[in-house]
T-cell receptor
């Protein structure tokens, strides 16, 4: 148990569907992250929020829309996805985001997304 | 661009032997390095870290070595056990965290 909980663990959706991934951290951290993990590729940083403000957005297509209502919750809203978006989406948190992410990341177990 | 890579995608080790997983990084300004372990069906978990002002750090059964001259990082696991089966990632940090692709460690009985 890492203190970061992601739901759902598995999601299958069609290209016209709208769904959301949810992440909750119970660690009192100030920074939260979305990563994409595809087979045989390094972890790809998608979004970073620090104290509920987005501090990084790595050229992610607009069909992915993050939301951070408070420092404990992070959402990733999905719409009109493509089959190549199928991947494991990992949420993480860290104590602080200091423009460099120094310090340990605590990851959730991920949401396995399949786009048909 | 800058990247962190691992030398081998897969490593097979006999149970009880020591494992050495290697990683090369490219940014000489990186000042903090972490090894993560990712078991099947789980997210990555922190194993051990090291700052650039050190060349060695030991944990429980794990040791990280940092050679800044050749920009090389390694993770040594002593007396490898079945529970060590996982994918191991290195990550370097300067102004952002960059992850390597990972090495899958197989434990042979």
């Amino acid at each position: 148990e890492t203190g970061v909980t992601q739901t759902p663990r598995h999601l299958v959706m069609g290209m016209t569907n709208k769904k959301s991934l949810k992440c909750e951290q119970h660690l009192g951290h100030n920074a939260m992250y979305w990563y994409k993990q595809s087979a045989k590729k390094p972890l790809e940083l998608m979004f970073v929020y620090s104290l509920e403000e987005r501090v990084e957005n790595n050229s992610v297509p607009s069909r992915f829309s993050p939301e951070c209502p408070n420092s404990s919750h992070l959402f990733l809203h999905l719409h009109t996805l493509q089959p190549e978006d199928s991947a494991l989406y990992l949420c993480a948190s860290s104590q602080d985001w200091r423009g460099g992410g120094t310090g340990e990341l605590f990851f959730g177990e991920g949401s396995r997304l399949t786009v048909l | 661009g800058e990247s962190v890579g691992l030398h081998l995608p897969t490593l097979s080790v006999q149970e009880g032997d020591n494992s050495i997983i290697n990683c090369a990084y490219s940014n000489s300004a990186s000042d903090y390095f972490i090894w993560y372990k990712q078991e099947s069906g789980k997210g990555p978990q922190f194993i051990i870290d090291i700052r650039s002002n050190m060349d060695k750090r030991q944990g429980q059964r794990v040791t990280v070595l940092l050679n800044k001259t050749v920009k090389h990082l390694s993770l040594q696991i002593a007396a490898t056990q079945p529970g060590d089966s996982a994918v191991y990632f290195c990550a370097e940090t300067y102004d952002k965290i960059i992850f390597g692709k990972g090495t899958r460690l197989h434990i042979l009985p």
